[in-house]
């Protein structure tokens, strides 16, 4: 009889999942496996409701990256009507789609992973959250909710509300940015770039202090696939995929959002309600790929900005010129935030936001489109086909922490074969196991489209099926 450890519920994520850890008859682990345990058929209850509704449907998937859904949903809503959105909307929706990502990597970072890196990973659970970390160190807490607010900020700023903002419709959005908004950006600008250059120089001390982790932190050898620019700069709205492996040789480029499903496949397990997206041509389990801001920062040939070039050059010095090592999530989520600061500064003087032009009015002319925007988890992809009415007849939605998801089961069989001995379960390795999920900060409420809290409860049972260590929280 095998040994099972399951943790239940992961903490510290946007959703509810567990983890189960087997061991073999001589206390070795053999499998893990992580189970996203919530289900919430938001692609099925969409069907039949008009394309023109699905924006503000599919940004009620997340509280948390509302705007992810929003843009992707409108783009997929632009195909319908085929239509070019006008230059102000395209840019528009840019910088909300920027903000999105520095208020969202914020959160993960400062409040959701920081209580690990200041408190350290086998301090005391009960204050290992983020009301430790503002008794510990103040000054970062407030900072990530100072960074987190600017986000929130802009997206206000642009769509009337910090979250489920109605705005972006198919064809273009609502409204544009008033003088007195830009200026109000512009002035609390300064404050944010200092925020992320002091948490760069955080993490930078951090990758010093837990080199253990940031070794066995999820590092094996994947693909990965992000949008880039057509020149092959990083993109978070435009572009095309692009497919690379753990060598940086390009296998995929410049694929069109139409043509996702010629290289992404879908794979179900009886054990987790989220699904296994996986790079068709190796086939399902090889063909394991990795999205999201290490992802993007692997498949881009720069950032396109000056700050965040030069934080990129540093990060591939200290990672490698293809970062295998999940760890480093965090700080790609930096480098990302200071690049996003950066081109939110260029838009903001760009003329054409200047412009009445907002939206492309027309009806149905094609009954199938797809969208594809990256969210700050990694690319998310809404597939639509609709009838001559406009009525949504079937939807496919591939999400960020899905893709991730055959990375993620990854990490935690590396992290438990590093840090779990004998027959007791101590609460670092809990921890570590959790945060090796975090790293990629999955959103689970997106993913398997129920809600309550869950109590933890660690069982570690031996071969005769006595209870060896529990551990209840």
Known sequence: MSQRIVIDPVTRIEGHAKISIYLDALGEVSDARFHVTEFRGFERFCEGRPFWEMPAITARICGICPVSHLLASAKAGDGILAVDIPPAADKLRRMMNLAQIVQSHALSFFHLSGPDFILGFDSDPATRNVFGLIAANPELARSGIRLRQFGQEVIEHLGGRKIHPAWSVPGGVRSGLPDQARHAIREKLPEAFSIARAAIGHFKTFLETYRDEAASFGTFESLFMGLVAEDGT????????????????????????????????????????????????????????RVGPLARLNVCRSFGTPQADDELIELRQRGGAIIKASFFYHYA???EILGALERIAILLDDPDLASRRLRADAGVNRLESVGISEAPRGSLIHHYQVDEHGLITRVNLIIATGQ???????????????????????????????????????????????AGQMALDVRLIGPDGAELDRVVR
């Open 234 to 289: 990083w993109e978070h709205y435009g572009g095309a995929l692009r497919v690379v492996d753990a060598t940086g040789a390009i296998l995929e480029d410049h694929v069109e959002a139409r043509r996702y499903a010629e290289i992404i496949g879908e794979a179900v397990e009886p054990w987790s309600y989220l699904k296994f997206p996986y790079y068709l041509p190796r086939g399902y389990p090889d063909g394991m790929y």
């Open 333 to 335: 989520r930096l480098v």
């Open 404 to 450: 991730n998801n055959l990375a993620m089961n990854r990490t935690v069989a590396q992290i438990a074969r590093r840090f779990v001995r004998g027959t007791n379960i101590p609460e670092g390795m809990l921890n570590r196991v959790e945060a090796g999920i975090r790293a990629f900060d999955p959103c689970l409420s997106c993913s398997t489209h129920a």
